[in-house]
């Protein structure tokens, strides 16, 4: 398919992520009719639609939602394959093993600043590469050898003892929503509404579906929007209501964009935890255990 060559995969990608053409030529500095006219092309040769258009920004269809997530692992590996090129260029083949961590999007941009400081002064991880990536795309990262460290949504398969920090689920809407009530909402109450959550094997999904047979309810959805970025976008744009982590919605929720309340009876509570390829060092791994269990838990609530 030469449609999906990387300047494509990079436009639409952008687009996505900023839920608008015109932010997302603003951020990555392409005439909005550039993007637009890649977006048709696209969709024509795709042959059908890719996005879902409303005066107040784009989300992604199924299929549109399809082409995201590979064009995020496309994107994310490439860069990779350059950062690494680079430091080769720079440091030389003799340099300390660069430890390589894949973090979930929700907490990749708070989380990637405040690891570097911390982690300059510890010799062990004073060379990491952060790789932004879900958590079904650093378990297969994982799987093939790509990272050392992944920062995943617990599962049932992940132990306890590697999880690092939990924090409650919020029910979003757009800050305009008829609905004005506010103060925590049980869960029962949320269910009841159609909801955008991400496909099934998604963990979030997988919470919700399980925390709903336990209060003998439903999951009734709306739209399927995998990754907390395009569902807060689809929120912004009042497309529906959704669970989001105060982390990825804290800015929207500060300036007025989201509105939010918490999940109570019973809360939905995600765990953040840690998974690691074989053959890694005890040291190191307790060692960013350690680091990232301090630094989650001053940045979660």
């Not at 258009?53 to 199924?62: F, L």
């Not at 496909?199 to 999951?219: I, M, S, W, Y």
Request: aromatic residues 4%; hydrophobic residues 45%.
């Amino acid at each position: 398919m030469a449609w999906l060559d990387l300047r494509r995969l990079t436009y639409f990608h952008a687009i996505c992520v900023a839920g608008s053409l015109s932010e997302a030529a603003r951020q990555i500095s392409v005439p909005q009719p550039v993007l637009s006219y890649h977006l048709r092309e696209m969709e024509k040769d795709f042959g059908g639609k890719l996005l879902i258009r409303s005066n107040r920004g784009v989300v992604p269809t199924v299929g549109g939602q399809l082409l995201l997530d590979h064009a995020t692992i496309v994107i994310l590996q490439v860069r990779r394959a350059e950062s690494e090129l680079r430091l080769f260029q720079q440091r030389g083949p003799t340099d300390r093993h660069m430890i390589r961590l894949s973090a979930i999007p929700s907490l990749a941009t708070d989380l990637t600043p405040r690891l570097l400081q911390y982690s300059a002064g510890i010799p062990i991880l004073a060379n990491i590469h952060v790789i932004e990536a879900n958590s079904r795309e650093g378990r297969e990262m994982l799987r093939d050898g790509d990272v050392d460290f992944a920062i995943v949504i617990a599962d049932e398969l992940t132990p306890v003892a590697q999880w690092l920090a939990s924090e409650n689920m919020l029910f979003c809407m757009a800050e305009n929503h008829p609905d004005k009530s506010t103060g925590p909402i049980r869960l029962a109450e949320a269910l009841a509404e159609q909801l955008m959550l991400p496909a099934k094997g998604n963990p979030v999904r997988d919470l919700v579906e399980r925390l709903a047979t336990g209060v003998g309810e439903n999951v009734k959805i709306l739209h399927e929007i995998d990754g907390p970025n395009p569902r807060k976008h689809a929120t912004i744009a009042g497309l529906g209501r959704t669970f989001l982590p105060w982390i990825a919605v804290k800015d929207e929720i500060d300036a007025g964009m989201v509105r939010s309340r918490l999940v109570v009876d019973p809360p939905i509570a995600r765990h953040i935890g840690l998974e690691w390829r074989n053959g890694l060092k005890d040291e190191v791994t307790r060692t960013m255990q350690d680091a990232l269990a301090s630094l989650l838990g001053a940045m979660l609530r």
